[in-house]
């Protein structure tokens, strides 16, 4: 069974420009959330979705959106880049709500570098 | 709020046992989760605990769950230097539309 493959791995942007990453769930997986990893912050919570529908959101500005289509398969998109946003963007699916299983398979990540 | 909490590093000789705490503050969790990341990877899944639960253990791990002090810890038996990772910590509680909440990690070093 394929795992979660993230795409691209490594991207460089500048400030102001706009990001969109991609994320394939395993095979029947029905939800995925995005992460975002830097070294002081840890792991954030950006968002996850279930069943092409929005079902949490973490505390980051409008920026960061995402989006997931009928066959499970989400993006994330992020505008206006700042500095701040170089970090690992991870993906994680899941069979069922993360709340109800716990139980993630991560993607090896999209590391965003923003000069 | 909720929050998890976990000490950042810790260094061991290979073959010792080493043990990775964390607390955590929502008293309804129900299950407790340590996930590892190698370097360069994303995260995997190492083992979990329901919180009705004292002790799980699984070949070289044990996790002991202290539910009256909300303290988690993972012991690994006999480390291997392909045991250097960091080790997260994230507790679930199963009510609707509630996000796992994540430690900020233990760096684990094994030295030969």
């Known amino acids: 069974k394929a795992g979660v493959t993230q795409t691209p791995r490594y991207l460089i942007k500048t400030r102001g420009q706009q990001v969109t990453l991609s994320c394939s769930p395993i095979?029947?997986?029905?939800?995925v959330s995005w992460y975002q990893q830097t070294p002081g912050q840890g792991l954030q919570f950006l968002f996850e979705?279930?069943?092409?529908?929005?079902?949490n959101k973490g505390n980051f500005p409008g920026r960061f959106s995402g989006r997931q289509f009928s066959n499970s398969r989400s993006e994330m998109n992020v505008s206006t880049l700042e500095l701040g946003d170089s970090a690992l963007y991870l993906c994680?699916?899941?069979?069922?709500?993360?709340?109800?299983?716990?139980?993630?398979?991560f993607g090896e990540g999209s590391r965003l570098t923003v000069l | 709020g909720e929050d998890v909490e976990q000490s950042l590093f810790l260094s061991v000789r290979e073959g010792d046992s080493s043990v990775i705490n964390c607390t955590y503050t929502?008293?309804?969790?129900?299950?407790l989760y340590w996930y590892k990341q190698e370097p360069g990877a994303g995260l995997q899944l190492l083992t979990y605990i329901f919180s009705n639960m004292d002790m799980k253990q699984d070949q070289r791990l044990t996790v002991l769950l202290n539910k009256k002090d909300k303290h988690l810890s993972l012991r690994i038996a006999d480390t291997q230097t392909g045991d250097s990772a960091i080790y997260f910590c994230a507790e679930a509680n199963a009510g609707n539309n509630r996000k796992l909440i994540w430690g900020l990690g233990t760096s684990l070093a094994v030295n030969p």
């Open positions: 979705y279930f069943s092409e529908t929005q079902r």
């Open positions: 929502d008293s309804s969790s129900t299950y």
């Open positions: 994680a699916s899941s069979s069922g709500l993360v709340a109800n299983t716990g139980e993630l398979f």
């Open positions: 095979s029947g997986h029905r939800s």
